[in-house]
């Protein structure tokens, strides 16, 4: 299957910054979930046997969650439409039930309902009865999507964990809809195996990101500030990998399986891992001395990620 491989976006959050992020063409994003699900789910041939109703379980950092077939022939034959149920929304992408009920409109002259986002936009939405017999509230993927860009331009009173909340969940798929259209260029295809291995490559780094948080908030209430931070994390890296962060960085994009990388050659993956670990360790050990914690948290994460 071929894909577009996309457009890309800029986010304002506030004057002066800017987040840049990649979307697929809205016009391909059902297909693609819908392809996600029939690699991740070993439903070989699953496009041609969708029906209305139908749910479809993807993974999530870890989770699973669910879409719904909102018409197996929305954009032409063979081309399903897919949604997200208000539940589902709340619980992944961060926006409350309470909020999405208190947005949505009924406009009886056509038949459907729509939610009106502050912005002033509005977006159909469907009651579908799925094939479990319970019935959804859905918005199709790529309102949801539009909607979404919408709230984190025009909040209006969305709250600023809600926001970033969305902006992950966006971000997630973004980046999945174009690993999924690169290999399917670069490969002829994306595999089962191809999906696992993003996944918990997405999965790691974001778990590193929230325990880099802790790790230099940690550093700066003990008075880090300016050039310390980075000199404890090439303290980090140097201890693990016996270079510094930026050289060990552009190894990993420039050599793959080359064995000269560290003590013991480790994928880029694993070793964010062991980054992540041992500053979480530093936080943990930290008795009286920034240079003691820091020996004692490499020590430990040498031993257990093998690096000796």
């Given at each position: 299957?071929?894909?577009?491989?996309?457009?890309?976006?800029?986010?304002?959050?506030?004057?002066?910054?800017?987040?840049?992020?990649?979307c697929l063409?809205?016009?391909?994003?059902?297909?693609?979930?819908l392809?996600l699900?029939?690699?991740t789910?070993?439903?070989?041939?699953?496009?041609?046997?969708?029906?209305?109703?139908?749910?479809?379980d993807?993974?999530?950092?870890?989770?699973?969650?669910e879409a719904?077939?909102?018409?197996?022939?929305g954009?032409?034959?063979?081309?399903?439409?897919?949604g997200?149920?208000?539940?589902?929304m709340?619980?992944?992408?961060?926006?409350p039930?309470?909020?999405?009920?208190?947005w949505?409109?009924?406009?009886?002259?056509?038949?459907?309902e729509?939610l009106?986002?502050?912005?002033?936009?509005?977006?159909?939405?469907?009651?579908?009865?799925?094939?479990?017999?319970n019935?959804?509230?859905?918005?199709?993927?790529?309102?949801?999507?539009?909607?979404?860009?919408?709230?984190?331009?025009?909040?209006?009173?969305?709250?600023?964990?809600?926001?970033t909340?969305?902006l992950?969940?966006?971000?997630?798929?973004?980046?999945k809809?174009?690993y999924?259209?690169?290999?399917?260029?670069?490969?002829?295809?994306?595999?089962?195996?191809?999906?696992?291995?993003?996944?918990?490559?997405?999965?790691?780094?974001?778990a590193?990101?929230?325990?880099r948080?802790?790790?230099?908030?940690?550093?700066?209430?003990?008075g880090?500030?300016?050039?310390?931070?980075?000199?404890?994390?090439?303290?980090?890296?140097?201890?693990?990998?016996?270079?510094?962060?930026?050289?060990?960085?552009?190894?990993?994009?420039l050599?793959?399986g080359?064995?000269?990388?560290?003590?013991?050659y480790?994928?880029?993956?694993?070793?964010?891992?062991?980054?992540?670990?041992?500053?979480?360790?530093?936080?943990?050990l930290?008795?009286?001395?920034?240079?003691?914690?820091?020996?004692?948290?490499?020590?430990?994460?040498?031993?257990?990620?093998?690096?000796?």
């Amino acid at each position: 299957m071929a894909f577009n491989l996309g457009v890309l976006i800029i986010y304002t959050i506030k004057p002066g910054l800017s987040i840049l992020t990649f979307c697929l063409p809205l016009a391909s994003v059902s297909t693609v979930l819908l392809r996600l699900w029939e690699i991740t789910s070993g439903q070989k041939g699953a496009m041609k046997k969708i029906k209305k109703g139908q749910i479809i379980d993807l993974s999530y950092k870890g989770r699973d969650f669910e879409a719904i077939v909102i018409d197996p022939n929305g954009m032409g034959n063979g081309q399903p439409t897919v949604g997200f149920g208000f539940g589902m929304m709340q619980r992944y992408s961060g926006l409350p039930d309470s909020t999405m009920n208190g947005w949505l409109q009924g406009l009886p002259e056509d038949d459907f309902e729509c939610l009106k986002v502050p912005s002033g936009n509005t977006y159909r939405v469907s009651r579908i009865t799925g094939l479990d017999k319970n019935e959804y509230v859905v918005l199709e993927v790529r309102d949801w999507f539009d909607l979404a860009f919408d709230v984190l331009e025009k909040p209006g009173r969305v709250s600023k964990p809600i926001k970033t909340k969305l902006l992950q969940f966006v971000k997630w798929f973004a980046i999945k809809g174009f690993y999924a259209g690169a290999y399917a260029v670069l490969k002829g295809a994306y595999t089962a195996k191809d999906d696992r291995t993003l996944s918990g490559w997405m999965e790691i780094r974001l778990a590193g990101v929230i325990k880099r948080n802790k790790y230099t908030d940690f550093l700066q209430s003990q008075g880090c500030e300016g050039y310390d931070y980075a000199y404890w994390t090439d303290c980090v890296y140097t201890g693990l990998f016996n270079m510094q962060a930026r050289q060990m960085k552009q190894m990993w994009k420039l050599i793959e399986g080359d064995k000269s990388i560290g003590r013991n050659y480790i994928p880029e993956a694993e070793g964010l891992k062991a980054v992540a670990y041992c500053e979480n360790q530093v936080v943990e050990l930290f008795v009286e001395s920034l240079e003691q914690a820091h020996e004692d948290a490499i020590s430990f994460t040498r031993r257990k990620f093998k690096l000796n």
